[in-house]
């Protein structure tokens, strides 16, 4: 009864409340630059809805569907294993895919700010890379290309958001099991690195043990806490994370009486914590992330904005990563350097928009170019052509993908 | 000699009134604080408009102030969300919220001449909001009418003059209310760059108001018009508002 009449008392409030929409719709196409195929003809539909209360709170919900008539970057089926079972992304047919993508309310209370539902939860300060940008798994079926908003995998999740005077304390606890989505087998972007799938030996029989991704509600649920200050003109954060890792770790073992090679893989969960920082002085903004991980590994981004040229931004990013124990060592070195370079200029007041961002992994000597230009048709169309160009080493993480190098032309209209 | 001595009297008598207006312009009353819609219509040489919105609101701190701008409209921009801190002492602060990144980025402050938005307004202009600084510009008052001053504001130097586009302001002030109805800009080079005229200028709550701006930018042909609307500088504005949780939210 009481439900009931919850459930009465909501809809009479979304009767009254003020109810917005948005709608996206982007057709892009895909051209392979070594024989000139199609790689993806998409058609890419979102609906935002929200509706505001009175009261200021708001229900937000954003849906997208997805067709692909080229069906090469998911081919044949939409990789869900790793997916928690509750409104997970519906397929349709192999071409296409309906998806809830977020689904929360929020609502603030003596000055806190509560948001309970699925959503993508964002922290830290640097782009193009996740460091402390870690709460989301993340779908991989297009590796890194998509825009991080698109490709961050919305979780089930508590959040609690409290505003001081110069200060910000955040708490999220997420119930949902869903990891990284890794493209499946003859997938356009299948990774094939040793980086990442370690090489098996020959002539060794293999005993896979695949452990259950962990799924107790309470239990395997991950928790972070996030606080940050203003410090005259320096914004400085501290996070803490109860994590599960959205890849799996695997480990080997070889048995010499039966002569088997025993390789498993499960979920770990780690605690990790992290420091930020941005700066600004003159035309420089100064951005900082690091992380300790189950002190294991240590990684940091140093990124350096310049606002120095006429309606430009020049920006630097140097990310190393460090494992401090030699146990993980054997997919990966010591220390791992990447380096990313981001050019952007906006031209024709505002109308014509010129990007260039390149990331370079010193390892391996490999990486990825994408010169982009976008036009604004009228206030609400976008048409846009770039290039994403992979290169370098065929086993590195970029490098891999040198035959997936392509053309992207696409039209975008929000209304 | 005692030409001189006159000429050198007058001119800085003038110098002086000069710096009076100035300072009647800067202490001018815009309101404690104040909320307000906006409507920019933008027009590119060939006639084509694109037309944005956007609810401010703005609380001064002191000397300090600051001002958070949401964009309400084309629905491809609601959400984008721009936080400034103007400080008196230490650097001013900045930061831009845009629902694609799903994240607040800190950005510079110092590109005070680059173009606001896409408009034909430069930051400092915004920033300003008709007021004049006496840092960047010495004064000179070059003629006055019944109803107008005439003041020259010329950059200090060539870095100030590079900084915010432009090396020359001239200023056509109503004495009445100490607002320029029609303001030139000249570019680095001296030539003219653009011309401001304030029109539509009202009384709300004791506080003279503009209610529409036009900015012509001579050399690429383009026209800024910034109409403003529902101007409140009653209602009190919550602190909470200028802070980048209250930039995610507000979408």
């Known amino acids: 009864m009481k439900l009931f009449l919850l459930l009465i008392s909501l809809l009479i409030d979304l009767y009254s409340a003020n109810i917005s929409h948005l709608v996206k719709l982007r057709q892009e196409n895909a051209i392979l630059t070594n024989n000139a195929k199609f790689q993806k003809a998409s058609i890419y539909a979102k609906l935002n809805l929200q509706a505001d209360f009175e009261d200021g709170s708001r229900l937000v919900l954003i849906s997208t569907l997805e067709t692909d008539a080229k069906d090469k970057i998911e081919p044949s089926r939409y990789n869900l294993d790793k997916y928690n079972d509750f409104l997970k992304i519906l397929p349709l047919g192999t071409h296409g895919n309906l998806e809830l993508r977020e689904f929360f309310y929020e609502t603030e209370m003596k000055g806190s700010i509560i948001k309970l539902g699925k959503m993508q939860t964002v922290w830290g300060k640097a782009d193009g890379i996740k460091l402390i940008d870690r709460l989301n798994p993340q779908n991989f079926s297009e590796f890194i290309l998509p825009s991080f908003e698109e490709s961050r995998i919305p979780l089930w999740t508590f959040s609690f958001l409290k505003s001081l005077d110069n200060s910000e304390f955040e708490f999220i606890a997420i119930i949902d099991n869903t990891r990284n989505k890794i493209p499946i087998n003859g997938a356009s972007f299948e990774f094939t690195s040793t980086k990442v799938i370690p090489q098996i030996p020959k002539n060794v029989p293999i005993n896979k043990n695949d452990v259950a991704n962990p799924n107790n509600f309470i239990l395997d649920s991950d928790v972070a806490f996030r606080y940050s200050k203003m410090l005259n003109n320096m914004e400085i954060g501290f996070y803490y994370f109860y994590l599960y890792n959205d890849n799996q770790t695997l480990s080997q073992k070889f048995d010499k009486t039966s002569n088997i090679l025993t390789i498993t893989s499960k979920y770990e969960r780690s605690s990790s914590y992290a420091f930020s920082m941005d700066y600004s002085k003159k035309n420089f903004v100064y951005r900082v992330e690091t992380m300790l991980t189950n002190s294991d590994e240590l990684s940091y981004i140093f990124g350096l904005d310049w606002y120095g040229l006429n309606q430009s931004l020049l920006s630097l990013q140097i990310f190393q990563s460090y494992l401090l124990k030699d146990k993980n060592r054997f997919s990966r070195d010591k220390v791992d350097n990447t380096v990313t370079f981001l050019y952007k200029k906006d031209l024709m007041n505002d109308t014509l928009h010129a990007e260039l961002l390149t990331i370079h992994n010193i390892n391996d000597n490999d990486g990825l170019i994408r010169p982009k230009l976008r036009y604004e048709l009228d206030e609400e169309s976008v048409i846009y052509i770039g290039i994403d160009k992979f290169y370098g080493n065929k086993n590195g993480l970029y490098g891999e993908f040198r035959k997936q190098s392509r053309i992207i032309l696409g039209v975008e209209r929000t209304f | ?251």
Do not use: C
């Open chain 2, 1 to 251: 000699m005692k030409i001189l001595l006159l000429i050198t009297m007058v001119s800085s008598l003038w110098a002086m009134d000069a710096l009076e207006i100035v300072n009647r312009i800067n202490s001018r009353d815009d309101g404690q604080h104040v909320k307000r819609k906006l409507k920019m219509e933008l027009i590119d040489k060939r006639g084509k408009t694109r037309v944005q919105e956007t609810i401010s609101y703005r609380k001064y701190y002191g000397e300090d102030k600051k001002t958070v701008i949401f964009f309400i409209s084309p629905k491809r921009l609601k959400g984008t969300g721009f936080l400034t801190y103007d400080n008196a002492i230490k650097d001013d602060e900045q930061w831009l919220y845009l629902p694609s990144l799903r994240k607040v980025r800190r950005i510079s402050s110092a590109n005070r001449g680059d173009w606001f938005l896409g408009t034909d307004f430069s930051y400092e202009e915004i920033k300003k909001e008709t007021k004049i600084s006496k840092d960047d510009f010495n004064f000179k008052l070059l003629d006055e009418t019944d109803d107008f001053y005439i003041l020259e504001s010329i950059a200090k130097n060539k870095k100030i003059a590079k900084e915010l586009g432009y090396s020359k302001i001239i200023s056509q002030i109503d004495k009445k209310i100490f607002i320029s109805r029609k303001t030139q800009f000249y570019d680095t080079r001296g030539e003219l760059l653009k011309t401001l005229k304030s029109s539509d200028i009202k009384k709300i709550d004791t506080i003279w108001t503009i209610h529409h701006m036009q900015m012509s930018n001579h050399q690429n042909k383009h026209v800024s018009h910034f109409y403003f609307s529902d101007v409140d500088y009653k209602k009190d504005i919550k602190d909470n508002i200028f802070t980048k949780a209250s930039l995610k939210r507000r979408r």
